[in-house]
């Protein structure tokens, strides 16, 4: 019989146990769902701030003369024309169109680019780089295990950063990153970023510090409101400002085009892994699009679940929850284009019974202070 493999542990799982965490076994890694309930965790969110360990995602360093070209090879946004202490959301895609992974691609400018990729595709997206690096002076590092990250999100997120380090947060913009002392220990990447739809920042730190960082963070905190946050609130969270979920929104057979990432898609730029198939494509025009939904009743759409327009089965559910701030039952669905239409009259069946559905614009939330 084959041996299971073990569960990964991040360096913060002891602090999640005393916490009270309820742990599970997410993409390989004993994680944290909730501490208390994913509604206050949502909620606090939303108007205060929140903690959570993200380090199971996965972190590559590239360097060498040729790691902007070997980038611009791999991913569907644009690498060359980013400015140092830019980051981008890109895909990866396979041969076919397909997304192999959404991730975040940082600039060091001529110095190196940084990507961090979905804990459940970091090896995947490893051998992928191994396999397409051939041909391209690069060196990779994987520096996932010698380093935690963890996101510090809400409105009160720069409160807390504020007290803790020296950074500049008025001049940090979004989806920028710089090296900053915080708690003590130089050289912490703090980017401007996260999946939660609020202000916030993650930041890297070696992994022995980790635990310092977690409970000094949740003590500085204390003050305006800081509580840990799960796995479920980011996904609720994430759900409502419309980000998508790999495995989800995403997949090898989805391609971004289709899942509505038109925008991270450079076809403008030179040959990337995925592009001729991306081109055929938007020029043939796609099978399906993902569209965001407002269900009717109090019952949560499932992944799978198969959507109906006068009673025949035309698309599936990507996500659903129960929007915790806007109040409502959501989800996203793929469906033919033909019914992507804002107001359009859908159907979400639960057994023998459907519920309606109607065609919404993605996100379901947008921060009020979004500019």
């Excluded at 190196?112 to 002076?137: C, H, L, Y």
């Excluded at 730190?205 to 204390?222: E, H, P, S, Y």
């Amino acid at each position: 019989m084959a041996k299971e493999a073990a569960v990964k542990e991040t360096p913060l799982k002891a602090q999640h146990e005393k916490l009270g965490a309820r742990m599970v076994d997410f993409a390989g890694w004993y994680m944290p769902v909730s501490y208390s309930t994913i509604k206050e965790e949502h909620q606090r969110v939303r108007t205060k701030v929140g903690l959570f360990d993200v380090s199971h995602m996965g972190r590559y360093w590239i360097s060498g003369k040729d790691h902007i070209k070997f980038t611009d090879k791999v991913i569907t946004n644009s690498r060359a024309d980013m400015k140092p202490g830019q980051i981008r959301y890109s895909l990866i895609c396979n041969g076919l169109g397909g997304a192999l992974d959404d991730v975040l691609v940082y600039s060091g400018g001529d110095e190196f680019t940084f990507f961090v990729v979905n804990a459940g595709n970091r090896d995947k997206i490893w051998a992928w780089f191994e396999r397409e690096r051939k041909g391209f002076n690069v060196e990779i590092n994987d520096l996932s295990e010698k380093y935690a990250m963890i996101a510090l999100q809400g409105p009160k997120s720069k409160d807390v950063l504020s007290k803790i380090s020296d950074l500049d947060i008025k001049a940090l913009k979004y989806y920028r990153f710089t090296r900053a002392t915080v708690l003590g220990e130089t050289e912490v990447l703090v980017s401007r970023t996260g999946y939660t739809g609020e202000d916030g920042f993650e930041l890297i730190m070696t992994a022995r510090n980790a635990v310092k960082f977690w409970t000094d963070i949740l003590g500085v905190g204390q003050s305006v409101g800081i509580g840990p946050a799960g796995l479920g609130a980011r996904d609720t969270l994430r759900l409502e400002a419309g980000m998508p979920l790999y495995g989800h929104e995403l997949e090898e057979s989805i391609s971004p085009l289709e899942a509505g990432l038109d925008w991270a898609v450079r076809l403008d730029k030179a040959d990337f892994v995925g592009k001729a198939a991306l081109e055929d494509q938007k020029k043939h025009g796609l099978k399906q699009k993902l569209v965001g939904l407002n269900v009717g009743g109090k019952r949560i759409p499932r992944q799978g679940q198969e959507v109906f327009k006068d009673g025949k089965p035309v698309g599936k559910v990507a996500s659903g929850t129960q929007g915790l701030w806007v109040d409502s039952v959501i989800a996203t669905a793929f469906v033919p284009p033909s019914l992507c239409g804002i107001g359009t009259k859908l159907q979400v069946k639960f057994r023998e019974d459907a519920y309606d559905a109607i065609v919404v614009p993605l996100p379901f939330y947008t921060r009020p202070d979004k500019k």
